[in-house]
């Protein structure tokens, strides 16, 4: 096995929430799928740490300092570090809109600043040492297409000001690609709102599920990589594909999760359709997660970006009876260790 120890392995803590209530199936509470995270096991190696949904019933993003010394408490007991943090900009989580009113833009960014705080107090206890903020429009690619340029314009200004306020907490945000987004739901138009936010401290956040249905042109058909007639058994296309993608959002990406999707889209609770979470060893899964995953953390003459210091592992709305099984952990964390050996690298503590 490859010795190895960067980027550190981290779980995410929110498949507990992430499409869980509001008709769907019930949460799983923070307590416990930490517990899942620091039982895996492979060969000997575990989960260095865990990225966290700054949303009930896992963290209030309210919370006082009692609160997050609460968390880094969880975290310290499991030998675990935290990482980056989702800020609730939505406006069923107290935010609004990125290209909304004048009010719902506030909230937005007031949301922001409360999670940029949360992960400020995290760092400044040791317990976070690495990570990013992330962020999204917060609105939908049908409400952001009735005008386009000018709605991109107000989500540049918008990211524009939560920037500011991050960098008052000496955070970065990353703005997530999920084609649930307006503004952010293809490829180019994630490149045009990133270019237009004029910023240093914000980037992109790359997840390979939602990623791979850029290249099919969900939501934004223009934008398509793939030919029309694209078949999942021609590998080489897939590659070019992959490629094109990425040289295009490598040079913009700051946090990267690890995920697999079978082609499709999926929803659960509230959350709006987007590229479809499957386990780490489905069978329908097109991508080779870690020769894929090497497209995000190698640059186009093969060398390691080393661009962010943890990677961590995105499973959203998986059944809950996938999510208690131990085993589904341990299949994770594999697959998670396959990619380190392929594109990691080794520092003395």
């Keep these: 096995m490859s010795q190895n120890n960067y980027p550190k392995l981290h779980n995410a803590a929110w498949p507990g929430v992430v499409g869980k209530g509001e008709g769907a199936?019930?949460?799983?509470?923070?307590?416990?799928?930490?517990?899942?995270?620091a039982n895996a096991e492979v060969n000997g190696?575990?989960?260095?740490g865990f990225d966290l949904f700054l949303f009930d019933p896992h963290i209030d993003i309210n919370s006082n300092d009692d609160g997050i010394k609460v968390l880094a408490e969880k975290a310290a007991k499991r030998g675990l570090e935290i990482g980056s943090v989702v800020a609730p900009v939505w406006v069923d989580t107290e935010g609004g809109s990125?290209?909304?009113?004048?009010?719902?833009r506030k909230r937005f960014v007031n949301q922001v600043r409360k999670a940029c705080n949360?992960?400020?107090?995290?760092?400044?206890?040791?317990?976070?040492?690495?990570?990013?903020?992330?962020?999204?429009?917060?609105?939908?690619?049908?409400?952001?297409?009735?005008?386009?340029?000018?709605n991109t314009k107000k989500i540049a200004q918008t990211f524009r000001e939560a920037c500011d306020v991050a960098a008052?907490?000496?955070?970065?945000?990353?703005?997530?690609?999920e084609i649930c987004w307006g503004g952010m739901h293809g490829w180019k138009a994630m490149v045009d709102t990133l270019e237009s936010v004029g910023r240093?401290?914000?980037?992109?956040?790359?997840?390979?599920?939602?990623?791979?249905?850029?290249?099919?042109?969900y939501n934004k058909p223009e934008d398509r990589i793939l030919p029309a007639d694209f078949q999942w058994s021609d590998r080489t296309t897939l590659t070019e594909g992959l490629a094109e993608l990425t040289n295009a959002l490598r040079p913009w990406t700051i946090d990267f999760h690890v995920a697999q999707n079978d082609g499709?889209?999926?929803?659960?609770?509230?959350?709006?359709?987007?590229?479809?979470?499957?386990?780490?060893?489905?069978?329908?899964?097109k991508l080779d997660i870690p020769v894929?995953?090497?497209?995000?953390?190698?640059?186009?003459?093969?060398?390691?970006?080393?661009?962010?210091?943890?990677?961590?592992?995105?499973?959203?709305?998986?059944?809950?009876?996938?999510?208690?099984?131990?085993?589904?952990?341990?299949?994770?964390?594999?697959?998670?260790?396959?990619?380190?050996?392929?594109?990691?690298?080794y520092e003395r503590a």
Aim: hydrophobic content about 35%; glycine content about 10%.
């Design 25 to 37: 199936e019930p949460p799983i509470d923070l307590d416990t799928m930490l517990d899942l995270t």
């Design 45 to 48: 190696v575990k989960f260095d």
């Design 98 to 104: 990125a290209m909304g009113t004048k009010a719902e």
């Design 118 to 150: 949360i992960a400020m107090k995290l760092r400044e206890m040791g317990i976070r040492p690495n990570g990013i903020v992330r962020i999204d429009s917060a609105c939908s690619p049908d409400a952001w297409a009735k005008s386009p340029k000018r």
């Design 168 to 177: 008052d907490y000496g955070e970065s945000l990353a703005a997530e690609g």
């Design 200 to 217: 240093r401290n914000i980037g992109f956040q790359a997840d390979m599920a939602h990623t791979l249905l850029y290249l099919l042109g």
């Design 264 to 285: 499709t889209v999926h929803g659960s609770g509230s959350h709006d359709k987007t590229g479809r979470h499957c386990p780490a060893n489905d069978p329908n899964g």
């Design 292 to 345: 894929d995953a090497g497209h995000w953390l190698r640059r186009k003459d093969g060398k390691l970006t080393k661009a962010f210091r943890h990677i961590c592992w995105d499973g959203c709305m998986f059944p809950n009876e996938k999510l208690m099984q131990q085993q589904t952990w341990n299949d994770i964390l594999g697959k998670m260790i396959e990619v380190r050996e392929l594109h990691g690298w």
